[in-house]
T-cell receptor, first 114, second 116 residues
Framework: AQSVSQHNHHVILSEAASLELGCNYSYGGTVNLFWYVQYPGQHLQLLLKYFSGDPLVKGIKGFEAEFIKSKFSFNLRKPSVQWSDTAEYFCAVNAVDSSYKLIFGSGTRLLVRP | ETGVTQTPRHLVMGMTNKKSLKCEQHLGHNAMYWYKQSAKKPLELMFVYNFKEQTENNSVPSRFSPECPNSSHLFLHLHTLQPEDSALYLC???????????????FGPGTRLTVL
């Protein structure tokens, strides 16, 4: 069965610090990969996605993620975080050749201190 | 705004009540989903509808009953819930099901449900 692991449940950073959130998945076939963000009191929204092509994907608000197939990873990065990046971040995986199901990780709560 | 709306945003109900959650999408999508988001747990897929037909029931207890009268509307009927059912219930839609690039899901704001 597919699964998604987000290793950091809580991350606290100061503004301007660099961010990297880990995401690993277990599935041997072709996958689509997503990062969603949930700001306090707001709905889940897509941050970025990978379907094919360049494994380095750029999303909104200066975020990027790199798909490393050999490591089954899709880590999220941002060079310099802002207070407004305080949110919960979810990695999600969809197996292209099996189902429409999005399998989510348990999320990482990011707190950025001003 | 994602084009997916949910009402009510908050709901408090007793264990003997019957209530319904509503989801509406304005994106012309054909697939709709119900998820449950509990604290410290991954989002759990509950139900999937594709072209108004239910294609997935992810071992959800019968006290949750979905209804999809058309591709734009999705309901979740609730009856005799338990306190452990308290959670955020999210609706999502996508253009189509399947593993291709058209299955990006757009989420509504959710209904925060509290069962007393």
């Amino acid at each position: 069965a597919q699964s998604v692991s987000q290793h950091n449940h809580h991350v606290i950073l100061s503004e301007a610090a660099s961010l990297e959130l880990g995401c690993n998945y277990s599935y041997g076939g072709t996958v689509n990969l997503f990062w969603y963000v949930q700001y306090p009191g707001q709905h889940l929204q897509l941050l970025l996605k990978y379907f094919s092509g360049d494994p380095l994907v750029k999303g909104i608000k200066g975020f990027e993620a790199e798909f490393i197939k050999s490591k089954f990873s899709f880590n999220l990065r941002k060079p310099s975080v802002q207070w407004s990046d305080t949110a919960e971040y979810f990695c999600a995986v969809n197996a292209v050749d099996s189902s429409y199901k999005l399998i989510f990780g348990s999320g990482t709560r990011l707190l950025v201190r001003p | 705004e994602t084009g997916v709306t949910q009402t009510p945003r908050h709901l408090v109900m007793g264990m003997t009540n019957k209530k319904s959650l509503k989801c509406e999408q304005h994106l012309g999508h054909n697939a709709m989903y119900w998820y449950k988001q509990s604290a410290k747990k991954p989002l759990e897929l509950m139900f999937v509808y594709n072209f108004k037909e239910q294609t997935e029931n992810n071992s959800v207890p019968s006290r949750f009953s979905p209804e999809c009268p058309n591709s734009s509307h999705l309901f979740l009927h609730l009856h005799t819930l338990q306190p452990e059912d308290s959670a955020l219930y999210l609706c999502a839609s996508s253009q189509e099901m399947g593993g291709g690039s058209y299955n990006e899901q757009f989420f509504g704001p959710g209904t925060r449900l509290t069962v007393l």
